[in-house]
């Protein structure tokens, strides 16, 4: 089974054009019959791991990887069931997940490593800082310290009363993009239908390591009532998670976008750059 999967891959890698970023491709086993792409930027010194949102791969950071290689050797994962990635039927619960990625930290044999997790991403951050946090230097969260990440029962709710009422129109339509793929990220296959990642499976508590938050508030495609709401929200779960996380520098952009380390690149690498020049 481990030799056709592999094959499958091979072949699907073979049918693509050739990728132009400056990264070397491997696959790495993390469970049984389930290899993950992983992609090697290049660096020296502290890890740094990148966790793409739901619906992305790795290449979702072909372009903002190799900013951060100045930084510390930098690695991308395919989250299973996207892209190369193997594609099982089972396994997108927040544990299996983030067991996942530590197997890769494994098989890399890397420590003290900074995660960065974009959307989704931040639940399988959670999952890493509260089961092996002796592995982790810190955890940035982009655009992913929601809910799925951090969720005290009854600390959410603190701020029911401030909250304005629900909008009862439909939403917006969504403004033009402010951002743009990288080319092999456009062209990677869709995931199966159906093969879902579970989010909020577990309500993360503790996140006891440096951490930095950075949240749209409110979003860049958001406009009147919606606007209101949607920062109001945000800021809810904001305030939550920096009670919860006295540790980590919680960050509030107003109408920045869901992908900001596209959007606002330079802003992110600033936060990024400064977050990593205090950790010991």
Not at 72 to 88: D, I, K
Not at 110 to 133: D, F, P, T
Not at 183 to 190: G, H, I, K, S, W
Not at 212 to 228: N, Q, R, W, Y
Request: aromatic share 8%.
């Amino acid at each position: 089974m481990a030799k056709i999967l592999c094959l499958a891959t091979l072949l699907l890698q073979a049918t693509q054009p050739a990728d132009p970023a400056s990264h070397h491709v491997q696959m790495i086993t993390v469970d049984h019959d389930v290899q993950l792409e992983v992609l090697d930027f290049g660096g020296n010194g502290r890890p740094i791991v990148l966790l793409a949102g739901a619906g992305n791969t790795a290449h979702v950071f072909d372009d903002f990887a190799p900013k951060l290689v100045g930084l510390g050797h930098v690695f991308a994962v395919t989250r299973r069931g996207y892209g190369a990635s193997t594609r099982p039927e089972s396994g997108f619960d927040a544990v299996r997940l983030g067991e996942d990625v530590f197997a890769v930290l494994e098989h890399l044999s890397l420590s003290k490593s900074v995660l960065i997790g974009h959307s989704i991403a931040g639940q399988e951050l959670s999952y890493l800082a509260s089961k092996h946090a002796d592995r982790l230097a810190g955890v940035i969260y982009l655009e992913a310290a929601y809910r799925y990440a951090y969720d005290v029962p009854g600390e959410f709710e603190k701020d029911f009363p401030s909250l304005p009422p629900p909008p009862s129109t439909p939403p917006p339509a969504p403004n033009a993009a402010r951002y743009v793929f990288p080319d092999a990220e456009r062209r990677q296959p869709p995931p199966k239908p159906g093969q879902n990642i579970v989010s909020a499976s577990q309500h993360f508590t503790e996140i006891p390591v440096p951490a930095l938050a950075i949240f749209a508030s409110p979003h860049d495609v958001m406009t009147g009532d919606f606007e209101k709401f949607d920062e109001a929200m945000t800021e809810r779960q904001a305030r939550a998670f920096e009670r919860g996380v006295p540790q980590a520098r919680v960050l509030r952009w107003p109408h920045a976008s869901h992908y900001l380390f596209i959007a606002q690149e330079r802003d992110v690498l600033r936060e990024i750059t400064a977050f990593l020049a205090k950790l010991p």
